[in-house]
């Protein structure tokens, strides 16, 4: 008898999920998936059944027997799951227009993944999170949380260092939009680009490239100094590369690298843009009210090509492809989130990575790149400090060490500068952050 293969999605309710049920129903062959429940909050029930019926109708269409389960019960949703995947977002995008906009009246960015929008997310996400892993221990053991919830790398970190769960793999777009937007430029079919890709989620670098099996690292790099080439990430643009500091790099950055090294170019870009159009948040609002309009129309049985446009574009490919990979065993190479296990020489053995690994059924197995290049090797080692310290501001509901995470980071400027972000920050955000206001429910 063939197993009943059951997926339960927390944060059912995403623009992002007919992504994931397109990828299902692609590769159905290699994934035979009985169930996939959709779970969500009360706070999101209209769109998962909204994003649940448009589910249903594109599995009717492929005519595959797999079972579409909408529920705000998490617990049920969880048992016996054999793989568990997490795209929510703590506080909606509400909470994400509060993380880009209130740093930038410091004159510091604001974003969702870096930074104090980075920080602010993490705390917010990584107690449930960990919940969620306290009712796997109990409902599924033996699943494999597969995380596409931001900051990735964070909470993959939280995961491995907080919980019990230690088949998890943190996921995320960039890696394969590196590789899709460099099979693009060099007009080649994706299948034979393959990137040495190691470093920390949104802050991952490309080694090496290759077509074919030739590196091809120069000319890409060449390619990239042009500034309409120096983005594959569709709320990262307009901005090119230094060519001399790319060719001195000599290593691939990710578009989250802007962020870093053109910090006072993005910092007034995010400000114009704020002031023009609002914020990255606020104009997804705009795109998501769009997309959930179309979503209703009982004709749609497809993934609506408008769904690009919201920046999570290769989700169901990336997060599909390695499900199936573990299923199958494939040992194919895929770039994820994972315990180093010493394959990065300078980040601890038992720390979240981002880095290219071998997909067995036994989880990924990390290649082993050796050092970082000492150009991006202390950067990188930075941004797992604040990683390693914001988890633990998570856990704690320690404001001390919540400031201490947004100071050691790059992006803010001073001490004073990240204690007053901090302040209205956790204010904003009190609903969310029980942990840090525990004593006043004395």
């Avoid at 009246?105 to 999170?129: C, D, H, M, S």
């Avoid at 901005?239 to 001195?248: H, N, R, V």
């Avoid at 990065?344 to 071998?358: G, N, T």
Wanted: aromatic letters at 8%.
């Amino acid at each position: 008898m063939v197993k009943r293969l059951k997926v339960a999605t927390i944060g059912g309710g995403s623009s992002y999920t007919p992504e994931l049920v397109e990828g299902f129903i692609k590769r159905y062959d290699e994934f035979p998936i009985s169930e996939l429940w959709l779970v969500d909050i009360e706070a999101g029930k209209e769109k998962l059944e909204i994003v649940g019926e448009l589910a249903k109708r594109m599995v009717q269409k492929a005519g595959l027997p797999i079972e579409i389960h909408l529920t705000l019960d998490r617990r049920a949703a969880l048992k016996n799951a054999d793989f568990v995947t997490t795209q929510f977002r703590v506080g909606l995008l509400e909470a994400r227009a509060k993380d880009e906009r209130i740093p930038l009246k410091y004159g510091v960015l604001g974003q969702e993944t870096n930074g104090a929008g980075g920080l602010f997310k993490g705390l917010r996400t990584i107690p449930v999170i960990l919940g969620i892993c306290r009712d796997m221990e109990e409902l599924c053991p033996q699943a494999w949380l597969i995380n596409f919830t931001n900051p990735a790398g964070m909470v993959t970190e939280a995961v491995l260092r907080y919980s019990n769960i230690k088949k998890v793999v943190g996921l995320c777009n960039v890696p394969i939009g590196m590789e899709m937007g460099i099979a693009k430029l060099l007009d080649v079919e994706h299948s034979r680009v393959r990137i040495d890709f190691a470093g920390l989620n949104h802050m991952v670098y490309g080694l090496d490239v290759y077509v074919d099996g030739e590196s091809v690292k120069a000319q890409v790099i060449e390619f990239l100094t042009d500034p309409n080439n120096s983005s594959f990430v569709k709320n990262i643009q307009g901005i090119g590369w230094e060519p001399e500091f790319l060719k001195a790099l000599n290593v691939l950055p990710c578009p989250y690298h802007m962020y870093y090294y053109k910090t006072k170019e993005m910092v007034e870009k995010e400000i114009e843009s704020s002031k023009k159009e609002g914020t990255r948040a606020e104009v997804v609002q705009k795109l998501e009210k769009e997309l959930f309009e179309l979503y209703k129309d009982e004709n749609l049985d497809i993934k609506p090509p408008q769904l690009e446009k919201r920046g999570g574009a290769y989700y169901s490919d990336a997060a599909v492809r390695l499900i199936t990979s573990i299923y199958n065993d494939k040992g194919d190479i895929q770039p994820v989130n994972t315990m180093n296990c010493g394959a990065i020489a300078s980040i601890p053995y038992e720390s979240a990575v981002e880095v290219s690994c071998i997909i067995t059924k036994e989880g990924p197995k990390p290649i082993v790149v050796g050092d970082l290049p000492v150009p991006v090797r202390g950067l990188v080692q930075q941004i797992k400090s604040f990683e390693r310290v914001a988890a633990e501001a998570a856990v704690t509901g320690n404001y001390n060490t919540a400031l201490l995470a947004l100071t050691i980071n790059p992006l803010t400027p001073s001490d004073q500068i990240a204690k007053e972000i901090v302040d209205e920050m956790l204010e904003a955000h009190h609903e969310y952050l029980p942990q840090f206001f525990k004593e006043a429910k004395v």
